[in-house]
C-alpha cells in the first residue's frame, strides 16, 4: 500500500516573523532566572569544596602532630639508652680508672723512697705492695668483687642441675615401722584399700587403724619404689594378726578370697568355658568379669580350700523377673532367648495368650552365675528400606484426578551384625557393616493439569481417559459413526479455538489433506494409537515434533470437506477407526464445575 508523504506549507515570501516587546521581556526575565539558578549552583558546589578542603586539611594536621609526638617519644627512648649505656660504660671502667690512678701514685712514691735509699725504701717497697694486692682499691679487692657474683651464679646452677637429677619418694611409716619408699600417696591409699579387702571382721574384731606417717626421702641407687600390692605385704606383716603366704582371688579389682595354690583354680574354670554349650557358631567365649591372682600375704581366716573356691565361682543362682514383649516374640522364642522350657513358662505365665501382644508383661527365670560367660555370634539379616512418596504435576491427567504414575517399591539391606551374649540371654547387638543390594523405588503420585473441557457440563462421556477433550471448549455436533459412517467425532467451536494434544507423542504429519480432512495434524503415540485433528484454520505443530499431552498444535477451522468450523477428531488403532468417546472422560470436569 502507498503511503502519502506529508509536508508542512511554506510561505510564499520565506519571511520570518519578529519578536513582539513582550516576547523580548519574557525572555530577559527566562535568562534572569536561569542565571539566578546557575550562580546558586556555583556558590553551593564552592562552600563544599571549601568544606572538604577544611576536613582534609584537618585529618593531615592531626597525621602530623601524631607523627611528632611518636618522635619525641622515640628521641627520648633514645635519650634514655644512650645514657643507661653511658652509666654502665663508666661503672665498668671507673675500677679499671682508679687502678691505674693508684699505680701511677705507687709508681711515683717508689721513686721517691729510692732517691732516700735504704730502709725507707724497702718499707716503701712493702707497704705499696701490700696495698696495691690487699688494701681497699687492690687487685684481691676487685677481682673478690668481680669473680664472687660469677662464682655464686655458678654454684646456684650447679646445685639446680644437681636437685633436678633426683628422684624423691615417699618413705612410709606404718604401726611404728619404716615399710619403704612408695612414689605417690595414692599408692598407699590403694594398699590401705586392698588390706581392708583381705580382713573379714566380725562384730568382736577391732577395726585396723590405716594412718600412715609420711616423709620426703631422696631415692638411691640402692633403693626401691614399693607397689601398692607389695606395700600391703608389708602392712599386714607389721600387724598384729595372723597371716598366711597364699594367692588372692580379684574379681574385676575387688577381694573375694586366697588359696594356696591357684592352679586347680585356673584349669577348673577352663574347663567351663571349654565346655559350655552354645549353638551355632560363636567366638570370643570368655567371662564376663576380669579374674586376677595375686601372690602375697593374707589373713588366714581368708584362705580357703581350692574346691570351695571353684564351687563359688561356678555357682549359679536363679530368679524370677518380668520381660517386655518384644515385635515377633513368642512363648517358644522367648524361652530360648533365656533358657527355660516351655513347661516352666506356661507355670509362670498361665494366662498368657499364645499370640502375645507387643509391650505385654510375662514372668520369665533368669540365671545368674557368679562369673558369666558372655560370647558373640555373627549374623546377617536383611531390612527393608521403606520407599518416599512424591507427587508430580502432569497433563497426562485431567484436573482434579491422580493416578500413580510410579509404582514405589521397598530397597533391600543386607547387614552383618554382632550380637553379644550373656549365659545365653543377647544383651546387645552392633552393625559392623551394611549394604543396601537394592534400591527403593520412589512412587511418584501423578496431579492432573489438563485443562481443556467442554463448553458445557451436559457433556458427558465416560471413556477410560486415555486421551483428553482436544478443544478448549465446544460441544459434539456429530458423533462416531452417526447417521452418515462417520470415522470420528465433531467438536463445533468458534473459529481460531485452540486445539491440543490428546496424549504424549509424535506428529507424523502436518499440512493439507487433499482427502478433505484440509489442514490437519496426526499424532502417533506410544501405545499403538494414532489421533487425528482435521479443518484446522492453522497448524502450529510440525511433522516430526514431540508433544506433550495438552500442548497448543493447531485452530479450529472449516477447510476441507467442512460446512461449519469445528475439529474433527479421530482416533485409530492399528489402522482402525475406533470411538473417540471410548476414551474421552469428562465427568471430573462437570463435578469440579458443579461444586464451584
Known sequence: ?????????????????????????????????????????????????????????????????????????????????????????????????????????????????RKEGGKTYRNTLIKSISTYLFGEDGVCYTAFNYILPIISAAFLIGVIRYSSGLEYGLSVEYNGKELGIISAEADFDAAARDVEQRISYTEEDEQIDFTPKFSLKIVSEGDDLL?????????????????????????????????????????????VLLNYKVDGIVRDVSFKNKIEYSEGIYLTESVMEEDDAIALLTSKKEKNTLYVVEKGDSPVVICKKHNMDLEDFEKLNPYAPENLREGQFVNVIETESYLPIQYVREMESLSFLDYETIEV???????????????????????????????????????????????????????????????????????????????????????????????????????????????????????????????????????????????????????????????????????????????????????????????????NYNEEEEEE
Open 393 to 587: 504435576k502432569t497433563s497426562s491427567l485431567n484436573v482434579g484426578t491422580t493416578a500413580v504414575l510410579v509404582k514405589g517399591e521397598r530397597g533391600e539391606k543386607r547387614s552383618n551384625i554382632e550380637i553379644t551374649y550373656i549365659d545365653g540371654v543377647e544383651r546387645s547387638r552392633k552393625t559392623v557393616s551394611s549394604e543396601i543390594i537394592k534400591q527403593p523405588v520412589v512412587e511418584q503420585i501423578g496431579i492432573g493439569t489438563y485443562t481443556a473441557r467442554p463448553a458445557s457440563s451436559n457433556t458427558k462421556l465416560y471413556g477410560n481417559g486415555q486421551f483428553g477433550w482436544p478443544v478448549n471448549g465446544g460441544y459434539i455436533s456429530d458423533p462416531f459413526i452417526s447417521n452418515r459412517n462417520h470415522k470420528g467425532m465433531d467438536i463445533a467451536a468458534p473459529a481460531g479455538t485452540d486445539i491440543y494434544a490428546a496424549a504424549d507423542g509424535v506428529v507424523v504429519s502436518a499440512g493439507w489433506n487433499t482427502g478433505g480432512y484440509g489442514f490437519f495434524v496426526m499424532i502417533e503415540h506410544f501405545n499403538g494409537y494414532q489421533t487425528i485433528y482435521g479443518h484446522c484454520s492453522a497448524l502450529y505443530a510440525i511433522e516430526g515434533q514431540t508433544v506433550t499431552r495438552g500442548q497448543l498444535i493447531a485452530a479450529v477451522g472449516t477447510t476441507g470437506q467442512s460446512t461449519g468450523n469445528h475439529c474433527h477428531f479421530e482416533v485409530r488403532s492399528n489402522g482402525m477407526c475406533c470411538d473417540p468417546a471410548l476414551f474421552l472422560n469428562t465427568v
Open 1 to 113: 500500500m502507498d503511503l502519502e508523504r506529508l509536508e508542512e506549507p511554506q510561505d510564499e515570501n520565506n519571511t520570518t516573523d519578529l519578536p513582539s516587546e513582550d516576547d523580548k521581556a519574557s525572555d530577559v526575565s527566562g535568562i534572569s532566572s536561569f542565571h539566578k539558578l546557575q550562580r546558586g549552583i556555583t556558590n553551593f558546589f564552592a562552600r563544599l569544596g571549601l568544606r572538604v578542603i577544611k576536613v582534609f586539611a584537618g585529618v593531615l594536621l592531626a597525621l602530623i602532630k601524631s607523627a611528632g609526638f611518636v618522635c619525641s617519644e622515640l628521641k627520648s627512648l633514645i635519650l634514655a639508652l644512650l645514657k643507661g649505656i653511658i652509666w654502665l660504660g663508666k661503672a665498668l671502667v671507673a675500677p679499671f680508672g682508679k687502678r691505674m690512678k693508684f699505680t701511677a701514685e705507687m709508681q711515683k712514691n717508689l721513686r721517691k723512697a
Open 227 to 271: 607397689t601398692s600390692s607389695q606395700l600391703a605385704n608389708e602392712m599386714l606383716a607389721v600387724s598384729n594378726q595372723e597371716l598366711s603366704e597364699a594367692v588372692g582371688i580379684y574379681i574385676d579389682g575387688k577381694f573375694i578370697g586366697a588359696v594356696k595354690d591357684e592352679e586347680p583354680v585356673k584349669k577348673a574354670l577352663a574347663d
